[in-house]
């Protein structure tokens, strides 16, 4: 071989590398990007399955802390009623506090007279100058509204023998007609809606009030 043709031989091996290498480069790319197409699909998914299991957990941790005031107001109802309405009503939270029966994670600092759950849902409860211990609480968090008023009616059919009466409102004050009533073993009859009788379904058609109001107010009534 001379000189001619072994620099021949040489630029041609060069190039056929060259391009063996770009090839090589360009399928990588694809695969790269193959890649990072299959994690942006997984990272959706799992931040969407994340979202839902926050939201489950949420529910789970607000029905646990319902639960505690709805067993503390059925349990201390005697004494909660004995309290001297001198206003239209009477807030309660410094007895339960002193009673001890309030979860530590519930308190507000230097609040008086209303408790947080989970979502941050302030309630009250109070002693109605009428006679009946309420707890109302107000959603204003539109992105969960509608799971949380559902999840306060399942709660309340739980204690269908305890509460009187429920009612969800997009009015502060407790307002409406038997219509917008749903009640309790104590208080339900034949021409009435029964917490018994409820079903998702019924929690739903009552619950999409939430979904356009800036906030809505869900009451326990307990007489």
């Known amino acids: 071989m001379n000189l001619f043709d072994f620099f021949s031989f040489y630029f041609h091996a ?56 709805i067993n503390t107001v059925v349990q201390y109802y005697d004494e ?70 559902q999840n306060l009616y399942s709660i309340a059919k739980s204690y269908h023998a305890s509460v009187s009466a429920v009612l969800i409102s997009t009015q502060t004050e407790l307002v409406g007609d038997d219509n917008n009533y749903v009640f309790g073993d104590k208080e339900c009859t034949t021409n009435n809606t029964c917490l018994i009788n409820m079903n998702i379904s019924d929690m739903a058609d009552r619950c999409r009030i939430c979904k356009d109001a800036d906030k809505c107010t869900f009451y326990y009534i307990f007489r």
Not at 99 to 116: A, R
Not at 120 to 143: A, F
């Open 14 to 69: 060069h190039n056929e590398r060259k391009q063996a290498d770009a090839a090589l480069c360009g399928r990588s790319m694809v695969e790269m990007l193959g890649v990072l197409a299959i994690i942006g699909v997984l990272s959706v998914g799992a931040i969407s399955g994340y979202s839902k299991a926050m939201m489950k957990y949420k529910l789970n941790k607000q029905t646990e802390q319902m639960n505690t005031i």
């Open 80 to 149: 909660l009623k004995a309290t001297d309405v001198s206003g239209e009503s009477y807030y309660l939270l410094p007895l339960l506090k002193k009673l001890n029966v309030i979860p530590e994670d519930m308190y507000i600092k230097n609040d008086e007279y209303f408790i947080k759950d989970v979502f941050g849902i302030q309630y009250r409860i109070y002693h109605h100058k009428t006679g009946y211990v309420g707890i109302l609480s107000t959603i204003s968090d539109k992105n969960n509204s509608f799971e949380v008023c």
